[in-house]
Every structure is written in structure tokens, then in C-alpha cells.
């Protein structure tokens, strides 16, 4: 087939690449130009582990291209819309303009009995009102197809996926079921699962997927809260919740908390559809979720505060980690960088790495000082907070960096860390949910717990 892809961000492009290593002829069109000279070139605009072998593989076939003109999507039958729909600069919604704007760029240039599908993250009812612009064209095909791409494994996310869901008219469902099945071929003889349902259910599904998902993390995240309190342990606590098959272990994992730019937007856009409908259970819902998350960054800011004796003023700080997450580049609303912004507000001299993000971070957040050498970043701190779980950060030997800082101090606010082997070495660590000094042998753990269930008991008696 012949396929446009409209909008070459995370989701566009790895669609694109992806669409023609199935050996469809696919051009991406992007406003961008330089974007779209550095896509031509075989190379991704962004961190993304193994695109720019799918491009440069679609580049040599001859089956990929793209192009800055959107003259250049006629002729396909199948219009793919991948535009961005961040959340608005004015509410908690989700911002559509660029999506209805890239539909009536491509209004001229539809060929009769084409087929418009959009894979974006919308609200329900976005597709009733893309209807509305296409009203001229009756005879072209609309349907919606989410995405469910994770960055840092897009590319595997693509060529293997969990699913399809195809959300289809009632009118047009068997040609749009058609043209989606055609496209998908390789991937439905490989077995992976499809769904065909209306365009409520295939718009839902993503932000619905997205909210679950930000619901496990923050459940786990106020679970170690209360273990901070009582004196548990939040990693044993999640390591024993997930082997009950009804719960699992994904996800379900205490730290720093979520950011990017799919995660909170979801959560806050359901919300506002949520109110639209008249639906407060899930309003009340996402909000709590939303809340929690964000006050782990602040949780985090305040343990810093405790490990370097109540005052972050004039101290030396190493944050390790500024993307929102590993193995991408993007810095959207990170954790990391939220808290390493709070840090410096209060007057730390804050130091932050990371092996990808640097160049995005520094242009957005220029009171941080930035370093692309773990080793020199670590040079002379007082404190080290592991933000952002990169694979060379989990793997950093404690007694080398022992050997760079000047207190060897550090809040792992990720639970990435073995906190035996850096306490063997001295350092004193601490992370969210966990008992200090666990990790060390020592009899801590034990005091704190029995300390805490002392007090649970006599709060019990107190109200018998």
C-alpha cells in the first residue's frame, strides 16, 4: 500500500519506519524541516534505541521518504494521523488544534474512497467532530487506530505488539475493518490479537490503559509512604503483592513517580472528560492519582533536605538522571529535573547528568549545571540522588564513586539500587518506602518495626 503518515514526532516517525519494513511505500509528512531532512538522512531527531536502523533500513528499500510539503501524501489510499495533542496551555484538557489542522491540510489531497486514521491519544468525541471537517468528503473512509508506544522500546512496541484496535463506523466498519487488516497483515499471520469496536471504546482505550497504569505506580508510591511510617520495607511489600496472578509485578514498582508527555497529560484529560460526563467517581479517582505522583517529587526534595541535616543552601549536589525516564531523551514535565529544579530553588549547587538528555535539559533549565561525564558530575558532592534509573547508573561501582565525592551520601529515589553493597562501602543511603540501614545487615530495620508496631498497638488500645 501506499501510506501517509502525518506528523513525525515519537509516534510518527517509528510508525512510519515501521509501516515500511512491512514493505508498504510510506512518506511522513512534518512541518518541521529540519526534522524532516534529519528523518531523510536515516536519522532520528531523538533518543530512541534501534530507529535509526529502521530508517536507515526504509531509506535504503526505497519504501521510505518524507517530506515537509503535504502535497506530497496524494496518491496514498491510507492517511495515518500521528500529530501531536498535548495538553492545553489554558486547562487540563487535551489540545486538538494541531489534529483538526493537519486533517484540513489533507482535505484537497484525498483520493475518492481513501481511508483517514488517526492514532493519536483523543478525547472521546474527537473523531464525531474530525467528521465534521470531512463532511465534504463523504466517500473517504474514517477510522481510529491508538497507539500504545512506550519511548525507550517504541520500535519493539511496533513490530511486536501487545495489540491492534481498530475503532470503526457503523456505516463503513467491514471497508475500514479492510483497509486496517491490509496494513496490519504481517503482524495479524503473526497471531497479534485484534479488537474491532466503536470510536467511544477505541479512543478510551489508550487513556484508559495510560490512568490504570499511572494508578498502579501511585498506589505503590502511597504504599511507601506508609511503609516510611511503619517502619516496612515497600520493595518486599511489592515483590510479595505481585505474585498474586490477580495483581502481578508490573508496575507496581515505589519510586520517584511518572512524567513524560503521556502519563499526566492522560490522567488530566480524563479527568476533564470525566467532569464533561458527569462522571465524579473517576474525576475524584485521577485526581488522587495525579496528586500522589507529585508528591513524591516533593517527598524527595524533603528527604534531601533531611540527608544533608536540614539545610540545602551553599550544598553540593549530584543529580543523577534528567530524562523522565531511561533510554529516551525527553524531558517532558521528568521528575528528575522537577525535583533538581526545586533543589537549586532553595539554594543547593545542583549538578545533573545524564547520557542523553543533556542538550534538551540545559536550554530549559539553565540555573542547573550540566555534566556529561558521570565522573565529573560526581566530583566534590555532598549528596547524590539517583532521579532517572539508566542502566550505567545502576551499575556504578560504589567504591569508585566513593572515591569521587566529598560525603558519601545518597538518596536512591528509585529503588534501583542495592543498598548492602553501597553501605559496605560506606555510604549512608536512602531511598523511598525502605527501611535505612537494611541494606547494611544491620538491626535497624528490625528496631524500626518493632518501634512501629509498638505504636500501632498502643493506638489500637488507646481507641478500644
Known amino acids: 500500500m501506499k501510506i501517509?503518515?502525518?506528523?513525525?514526532?515519537?509516534?510518527?516517525?517509528?510508525?512510519?519506519?515501521?509501516?515500511?519494513s512491512m514493505g508498504h511505500t510510506v512518506v511522513g509528512i512534518d512541518v518541521d524541516p529540519s526534522k524532516v531532512e534529519q528523518l531523510g538522512r536515516g536519522v532520528a531527531p531523538f533518543f530512541e534505541p534501534g530507529l535509526d536502523e529502521l530508517l536507515q533500513h526504509g531509506r535504503a528499500t526505497g519504501r521510505l521518504?518524507?517530506?515537509?510539503?503535504?502535497?506530497?501524501?496524494?496518491?496514498?489510499?491510507?492517511?495515518?494521523?500521528?500529530?501531536?495533542?498535548?495538553?492545553?496551555?489554558?486547562?487540563?484538557?487535551?489540545?486538538?488544534?494541531y489534529l483538526v489542522a493537519a486533517t484540513r491540510a489533507l482535505l484537497p489531497y484525498l483520493l475518492p474512497g481513501a481511508a483517514v486514521v488517526g492514532k493519536s491519544t483523543v478525547p472521546?468525541?474527537?473523531?464525531?467532530?474530525?467528521?465534521?471537517?470531512?463532511?465534504?468528503?463523504?466517500?473517504?473512509?474514517?477510522?481510529?487506530?491508538?497507539?500504545?508506544?512506550?519511548q525507550g522500546t517504541a520500535v519493539k512496541d511496533s513490530l511486536v505488539p501487545d495489540r491492534l484496535v481498530y475503532g470503526v463506523p457503523e456505516d463503513n466498519a467491514v471497508a475500514v475493518t479492510a483497509a486496517l487488516d491490509a496494513v496490519y497483515e504481517p503482524l495479524l499471520a503473526a497471531g497479534i490479537p485484534r479488537i474491532v469496536c466503536n470510536f467511544a471504546t477505541a479512543e478510551l482505550i489508550k487513556s484508559a490503559s495510560n490512568a490504570y497504569l499511572a494508578t498502579k505506580l501511585s498506589f505503590v508510591n502511597a504504599m511507601a509512604e506508609l511503609c516510611d511510617a511503619s517502619g516496612?520495607?515497600?520493595?518486599?511489600?511489592?515483590?510479595?503483592?505481585?505474585?498474586?496472578?490477580?495483581?502481578?509485578?508490573?508496575?507496581?514498582?515505589?519510586?520517584?513517580?511518572?512524567?513524560g508527555g503521556c502519563l499526566p497529560k492522560d490522567i488530566r484529560s480524563l479527568r476533564v472528560q470525566a467532569q464533561a460526563l458527569g462522571v465524579p467517581s473517576v474525576d475524584r479517582w485521577m485526581d488522587v492519582v495525579d496528586s500522589v505522583n507529585q508528591d513524591q517529587r516533593s517527598r524527595t526534595v524533603d528527604l534531601a533536605r533531611e540527608l544533608c541535616g536540614g539545610q540545602l543552601?551553599?550544598?553540593?549536589?549530584t543529580v543523577l538522571g534528567a530524562a523522565f525516564k531511561p533510554d529516551t531523551n525527553d524531558i517532558r514535565?521528568?521528575?528528575?529535573?522537577?525535583?533538581?529544579?526545586?533543589?537549586?530553588?532553595?539554594?543547593?549547587?545542583?549538578?545533573?547528568?545524564?547520557?542523553?538528555?543533556?542538550?534538551?535539559?540545559?536550554?530549559?533549565y539553565p540555573q542547573l549545571r550540566f555534566e556529561p561525564s558521570t565522573a565529573q558530575a560526581l566530583d566534590g558532592a555532598e549528596l547524590v540522588l539517583l532521579l532517572t534509573e539508566w542502566d550505567e547508573y545502576v551499575a556504578l561501582s560504589p567504591a569508585s564513586a566513593g572515591a569521587l565525592v566529598r560525603r558519601r551520601t545518597l538518596l536512591d529515589?528509585?529503588?534501583?539500587?542495592?543498598?548492602?553493597?553501597?553501605?559496605a562501602e560506606g555510604w549512608t543511603v536512602r531511598s523511598l518506602g525502605r527501611v535505612p540501614g537494611r541494606g547494611a545487615g544491620s538491626s535497624v530495620a528490625a528496631d524500626a518495626t518493632a518501634a512501629a508496631g509498638r505504636r500501632m498497638v498502643a493506638a489500637s488500645s488507646a481507641t478500644a
Request: hydrophobic share 45%.
Open 413 to 423: 529515589a528509585r529503588n534501583a539500587l542495592d543498598p548492602s553493597a553501597w553501605e
Open 65 to 97: 521518504s518524507f517530506s515537509a510539503d503535504i502535497a506530497d501524501a496524494a496518491g496514498a489510499t491510507l492517511h495515518f494521523l500521528c500529530v501531536g495533542t498535548p495538553q492545553s496551555k489554558t486547562s487540563d484538557g487535551a489540545d486538538l488544534s
Open 313 to 317: 543552601g551553599g550544598r553540593r549536589i
Open 232 to 259: 516496612a520495607d515497600v520493595t518486599q511489600l511489592a515483590g510479595a503483592m505481585g505474585l498474586d496472578p490477580r495483581i502481578g509485578s508490573r508496575y507496581l514498582h515505589a519510586g520517584l513517580g511518572f512524567g
Open 4 to 20: 501517509s503518515v502525518i506528523g513525525c514526532g515519537y509516534l510518527g516517525a517509528v510508525h512510519a519506519a515501521t509501516l515500511a
Open 124 to 150: 472521546v468525541g474527537t473523531v464525531d467532530m474530525l467528521r465534521g471537517e470531512l463532511s465534504t468528503r463523504p466517500d473517504v473512509l474514517l477510522g481510529w487506530n491508538p497507539e500504545f508506544l512506550r
Open 333 to 364: 514535565d521528568s521528575p528528575a529535573l522537577d525535583v533538581a529544579q526545586q533543589l537549586a530553588a532553595a539554594g543547593a549547587h545542583v549538578t545533573a547528568t545524564d547520557p542523553a538528555a543533556i542538550n534538551n535539559a540545559w536550554q530549559r
